[in-house]
Structures are given as C-alpha cells and as structure tokens.
C-alpha cells in the first residue's frame, strides 16, 4: 500500500510538470552549465570550489578542460577527503584569509555555501584577492526571504534538521549546517561583490521553492500559488534562490 508520503509527493509531481518551464527550471543546472561555458574559454588554469563538501559538480566530468586543476576549500576535513572530484585539498575557513597567493585563480565556484558563512565581506574581499585579473566566479545561494529560509531560521536547529531530513531524506548529508543568510537577497549579493572591487556579470532568480513541500500536497499547492505571483510581479528580493557570476576586471592591479 503506498505510504502518505508517497502519494502526496505523486500528487505535488503532477502538478510539478504541469507548471511553465522557465518557473520550474533548476537553477542547479544553469550553475553547472554556466561553469562548463566560462571553463571552456580557458586552456589551463586553477579552479577553486569554496565549501566544495562531498563532491564537487564542477568537476573535470562536466567537461571542463582536464588542464584545469581544482581545488577544494572546506571548512570540514572529513567531507572534503570523501571528495573524490578534487585534485587539491585544503582545509580553511572562506571567512577568514584563504591560504592562497593574490591572484592565483582563473575561476572562484560555490553552490550552497555563501549562506553558511558568517562573514560574507571577508568572502567576497578574498574571492577578488586571489582572482586573477580577468578571472570569474559563479556562486549559487537560497534566498534569504525564500519561505523556507524564514522557516530554518525561526526553527530551533534540531527540529529544522529532522524536518530537512524528513524531506529530502536522500540530501541528509548536505543540508543542516548552520545558515545565516548573509546577503542573500538580490540587492545585497550585488552590493557584496560590488564592494569588494567585482564586477557583476549576471545574476538569475529562481522563485519556485515549493518542492520543498512536495511530501505534503496541500502546502505544496499553497506554495506553488505564491510562487508563481512572487515570479510574475517579479519581486527579485523575494526570489528563493539566486546565482551571481562576477569577474574580475582584467585590466585590475
Ligand atoms: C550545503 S554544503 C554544500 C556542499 C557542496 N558545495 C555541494 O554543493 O554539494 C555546505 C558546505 O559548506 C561548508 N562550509 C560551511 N561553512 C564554511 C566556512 N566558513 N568555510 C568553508 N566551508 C564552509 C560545509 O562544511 C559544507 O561542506
């Protein structure tokens, strides 16, 4: 017999392919793809994933020119000897000076990291330091205003994380960590960046966070209803996850 959960997350996946594409469309994906484009204009060079955790999905297996070494930064030793996408290692704090030489890096990457730090000024300020001019990042982050972000921080940490592993029982190893949302708001991450000397290339918003629902259809659908008015009047400062990429000014010093 199938359990509560099943058939409230095949009801909330019917209407999930009924929605309109460019509102359901994973920002993941644009991450990875965004990584592939910028990466294929260099014929060699260092790659850092900050927070790169258990695996890094801008690895060589997404195509990315086998000359370009990649580097992982993690705060937490263990996930980072679990990842096997790495060529380099290194265990450090991304908001306190990263053990890197000024200008040492083509590309600067994060997915899901930026809202755990605590000194989002300090991250920014070292992905300029250690970019080479000319050199760019691609960062991907929730949103702080997202429903879901308001919810882990109104929740006490125990209760978040059991939700969370309820939820999305097969990420259990990635979600939990401590999140402070830091800049996580359209206008902010651009400011961020901008303020510590970077130029802002694109930023896409993503709206649809309903799916973090998907195991209870009837807040799934009430979900899905503010969504899709938060993605029509297109209120960027709501929207539930964001991607920034930067560069660095080629002609800086
Ligand atoms: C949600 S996981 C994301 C992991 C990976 N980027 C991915 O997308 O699968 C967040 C990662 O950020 C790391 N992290 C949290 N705070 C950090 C900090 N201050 N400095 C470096 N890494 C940090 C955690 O250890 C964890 O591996």
């Known amino acids: ?16 392919w009924r929605l309109p594409k460019q509102f359901t469309y994973p920002l993941a994906l644009a991450y990875e793809q ?17 927070g790169a955790g258990l695996s890094t999905v801008a690895n060589k297996s997404l195509g990315l020119n086998g000359a370009i070494g990649v580097i992982g930064m993690d705060i937490a030793e263990d996930a980072l000897h679990t990842n096997t996408d790495l060529d380099y290692r290194l265990v450090a704090d ?33 992905c300029r330091r250690v970019l080479k001019p000319g050199g760019f990042g691609v960062h991907l982050m929730p949103g702080r205003n997202a429903p879901f972000a308001i919810l882990n921080r109104l929740l006490p940490g125990s209760i978040s ?3 969370l592993d309820w939820i999305f029982p097969e990420k259990k190893e990635l979600l939990g960590f401590p999140a402070y949302y830091q800049n996580c708001t359209f206008p902010e991450i651009v400011r961020l960046f901008g303020d510590a000397g970077l130029t802002v290339e694109r930023v896409y918003c993503r709206y649809y966070q309903s799916t973090y629902y998907a195991a209870f259809f009837p807040a799934y659908l009430a979900f899905v209803a503010y969504d899709l008015v938060v993605w029509k009047l297109g ?14 000014d080629s002609s800086a010093n």
């Not at 960027?236 to 560069?247: D, E, G, N, P, T």
């Open 1 to 16: 017999m199938p359990s509560f959960r099943s058939i409230n997350l095949a009801l909330s996946a019917g209407l999930h």
């Open 34 to 50: 965004t990584i592939m484009e910028l990466g294929a204009s260099l014929d060699s060079g260092l790659m850092l994933d900050v």
């Open 94 to 126: 991304a908001c306190k000076t990263w053990p890197l030489a000024d200008a040492s890096l083509d590309m600067i990457v994060s997915r899901s990291v930026i809202e755990h730090l605590a000194d989002t000024g300090t991250f920014a300020r070292e």
């Open 161 to 163: 994380r059991r939700l």
């Open 235 to 248: 209120i960027k400062r709501l929207s539930s996850q964001l991607m920034i990429v930067i560069s660095r």
